[in-house]
């Protein structure tokens, strides 16, 4: 599924699939809650690692932005 090995997301698509969210969305999230998706190599990508972290965060309430 993803370019970037098992640990990592690579592209909107691919983010936004994994969050079962719309691309636009996940883009936004990344501007209002710090989702953390970084733009490399003309690219953007995410690790499932610090996704998930940040998942179990927004769901005990813990907001970092």
């Known amino acids: 599924m993803s370019g970037?090995?098992?640990d990592t997301l690579v592209?909107?698509?691919e983010?936004?699939?994994y969050l079962?969210?719309?691309i636009s969305?996940?883009?936004r999230w990344t501007r209002t809650l710090a989702l953390p998706a970084y733009r490399l190599?003309?690219?953007v990508r995410c690790s499932r690692?610090?996704?998930e972290r940040?998942?179990?965060e927004r769901r005990r309430g813990v907001v970092t932005a």
């Open 20 to 22: 079962n969210v719309s």
């Open 11 to 13: 592209g909107w698509k």
């Open 41 to 43: 190599a003309g690219g």
């Open 4 to 6: 970037g090995g098992d």
């Open 15 to 17: 983010i936004a699939a």
């Open 49 to 51: 690692l610090e996704l």
């Open 25 to 27: 969305t996940a883009r």
């Open 54 to 56: 940040w998942i179990r």
